[in-house]
């Protein structure tokens, strides 16, 4: 079993339709749960980060965890063409001195005008 | 104030060959890391390493593949006798500490061994 699951994709969606991005994992010693977006060509940017079970919201964008589960997901309302992404979710230890973010394979998104 | 800087942004080499990609942190950030992202796969941790010491390098191939975090200067993620196989886009990330999160990540390098 891989320690992160996350459907590729891709997904296309109309402008102004919510979005649902997921991902789940299998390790509990998880503290930290990230997502990034990463243009064509280039790095990865932090979208957002929690450490806690429930919804953290952020403009258009909430992300929500279930440890019980070990499901992560974001949302993103208004969806506009800009958006059009890959979204990575992302999983550390915490601040155990390791460094290492363990990263789903990401999904990417089409929002059509 | 600049991000993370990683140079060159694409490098072509030779089957054999050595590759340099060099990666400067962002100001004030203390801690480097290094990822490999290759086609159709997510990014895979190679090496975590503060100035002059390499603190995790359980991502790092055994053979071939070399990091340093000099107290001067910039990151270096060295590769000897490359093979298509590396052929990826390598990416570093710098953090003011290692709190498990934040990292900002530069552009990557993009090598391709042809």
């Known amino acids: 079993q891989k320690e992160v699951e996350q459907d590729p994709g891709p997904l296309s969606v109309p402008e102004g339709a919510i979005v649902s991005l997921n991902c789940t994992y299998s390790?509990?010693?998880?503290?930290?749960f990230m997502w990034y977006r990463q243009y064509s060509r280039k790095g990865p940017e932090l979208l957002m980060y929690?450490?806690?079970?429930g919804n953290k919201e952020d403009g258009r964008f909430t992300a929500q965890v279930d440890k019980s589960s070990k499901y992560i997901s974001l949302f993103i309302r208004d969806s506009q063409p800009s958006d059009s992404a890959t979204y990575l979710c992302?999983?550390?230890?915490?601040?155990?001195?390791?460094?290492?973010?363990?990263f789903g394979q990401g999904t990417t998104l089409q929002v059509k005008p | 104030n600049a991000g993370v800087m990683q140079n060159p942004r694409h490098l072509v080499r030779r089957r054999g060959q050595e590759a340099r990609l060099r990666c400067s942190p962002m100001?004030?950030?203390?801690?480097v890391y290094w990822y490999r992202q290759l086609p159709e796969e997510g990014l895979k941790f190679m090496v975590y390493?503060?100035?002059?010491?390499?603190?995790?390098e359980s991502g790092m191939p055994k053979e071939r593949f070399s990091a340093e975090f000099p107290k001067e200067g910039p990151s270096i993620l060295r590769i000897q006798q490359v093979v298509r196989g590396d052929s990826a886009a390598y990416f570093c990330?710098?953090?003011?500490?290692?709190?498990?999160?934040?990292?900002?990540f530069g552009s990557g390098t993009r090598l391709t061994v042809v």
């Open positions: 929690t450490y806690s079970s």
């Open positions: 990330a710098s953090s003011p500490q290692d709190r498990g999160y934040g990292y900002t």
């Open positions: 390493l503060q100035k002059e010491n390499i603190i995790d």
């Open positions: 100001k004030g950030h203390s801690h």
């Open positions: 390790n509990s010693a998880f503290q930290y």
């Open positions: 992302a999983f550390s230890h915490g601040s155990s001195n390791t460094g290492k973010l363990i």
